[in-house]
């Protein structure tokens, strides 16, 4: 079993202004279900979810709609939106075209490293 006190050194992080690693209080961040494309529902439970403690958020983005959705989120909340990506990666890049304050991507299911080389860039 690891206790905090066995946390492993890493490097520190910011996630718009929340603070990750390198010894950084441990921060809450939990997964809408909402469908992201869904503003108004994904802003309501955002905004619910902030009110319980929730310091970062990850938004699925399922499609280029989702994806486009991110700018109107982050217009609307006071915590970092993290877009949750699989298997496409123009999903990503137009994710963070549009505003997301990070990428959780899985560079196995995007496949080619050319792709995931994009999404770096």
Not at 13 to 37: F, L, R, Y
Not at 49 to 61: F, N, Y
Not at 68 to 91: E, L, M, N, Q, S
Request: aromatic residues 2%.
């Amino acid at each position: 079993m690891t206790f905090l006190k066995d946390r492993r050194p890493t490097r520190r992080i910011s996630v718009g202004e929340v603070k990750i690693g390198g010894g950084a209080e441990i921060a809450v961040q939990t997964m809408t279900n909402t469908p992201t494309g869904d503003v108004t529902a994904t802003v309501e439970q955002i905004r619910k979810l902030t009110d319980a403690g929730c310091e970062i958020i990850r938004v699925a983005v399922p499609d280029l709609e989702a994806a486009r959705a991110v700018t109107h989120i982050k217009g609307r909340v006071r915590i970092p939106v993290i877009a949750d990506i699989h298997f496409d990666h123009r999903r990503a890049v137009k994710s963070a075209e549009c505003g997301a304050d990070g990428l959780r991507i899985n560079p196995g299911n995007i496949g080619d490293p050319a792709k995931v080389g994009k999404v770096v860039e």
